[in-house]
């Protein structure tokens, strides 16, 4: 299929697109590296992003896959948070035209998150400010896709001790690193160092983005056969791990 896709896309007349799961991808390497390196706009679109896919068990469940995704050079790969993400995700993939798009999507419901006008021009750019503090944050959360929400219920309950926190959601961590660095200060301050990253992937990747002394809540490990909420609390994937990462940095 994604072999089919790229010759589509070097043929021309059409944007082809394909769907899997994201697991799947390990079956389609070459195609998509293929695709990658001859920048042509084929559009990979996988489901079934995490543990979250539940009972097919960990042969199913990617853990490794969108790390793998995000250092393929001439890669964008998005994973959205909710439907208005989702848009963007897609209005950006078919707009470009010097390489391919991954679009990452969960199995699971997702909660919507409410957005300012300002907000929603940003999702563009990759990653931007969803929940802000008044005046510095004491710690920022990062999030993709479903664990946004988990970020977004952390940082209420911590806001409620107190404590200054900012989210921010990074659908797209490729499209982030290509800003300025003024917007990339702005929205990641480097005075502000006590950083948590949430993703149900595996965890190592995001240490660029949290620094060696931040703290991560994904995947150490791969996954087991079980309901999606039993996994997610399995492996730490919580609201509940979430605080306790940030409150072992605010210390």
């Not at 799947?24 to 293929?34: H, I, K, L, W």
């Not at 990452?104 to 997702?110: A, D, E, P, Y």
């Not at 659908?171 to 005075?191: C, G, H, I, M, N």
Request: aromatic share 8%.
């Amino acid at each position: 299929m994604s072999a089919i896709m790229n010759g589509i896309a070097l043929h021309g007349g059409f944007v082809p697109y394909g769907a899997t799961f994201l697991m799947f991808v390990e079956y389609a390497r070459n195609a998509v590296r293929m695709a990658a390196l001859m920048k042509v706009r084929s559009i990979f679109v996988y489901t079934h992003d995490s543990i979250g896919l539940g009972e097919d068990g960990p042969t199913h469940q990617p853990v490794e896959q969108l790390a793998s995704l995000r250092v393929t050079p001439n890669m964008n790969t998005w994973r959205p948070c909710d439907q208005v993400e989702s848009a963007v995700a897609w209005k950006y993939a078919i707009e470009r035209k010097d390489g391919p798009s991954a679009l990452i999507f969960s199995r699971q419901n997702l909660e919507q998150q409410p957005r300012t006008a300002k907000q929603l021009a940003e999702i563009e750019k990759g990653a931007y400010i969803l929940k802000d503090s008044e005046g510095q944050p004491e710690l920022i959360f990062i999030a993709t896709g479903s664990e946004v929400e988990l970020a977004v219920k952390a940082a209420d309950q911590l806001s409620g001790e107190g404590h200054k926190v900012r989210v921010v959601s990074m659908p797209s961590t490729e499209v982030f690193d290509k800003q300025d660095a003024a917007y990339r200060e702005a929205v990641l301050p480097s005075s502000v160092t006590k950083r948590v990253a949430i993703e149900a992937g595996i965890a190592d990747y995001w240490f660029k983005y949290t620094g060696l002394n931040g703290a991560i809540v994904g995947m150490h490990s791969f996954g087991e056969s079980a309901p999606a909420e039993e996994l997610f609390k399995e492996f730490g994937i919580t609201v509940e791990n979430a605080v306790k990462a940030a409150k072992s940095l605010l210390k």
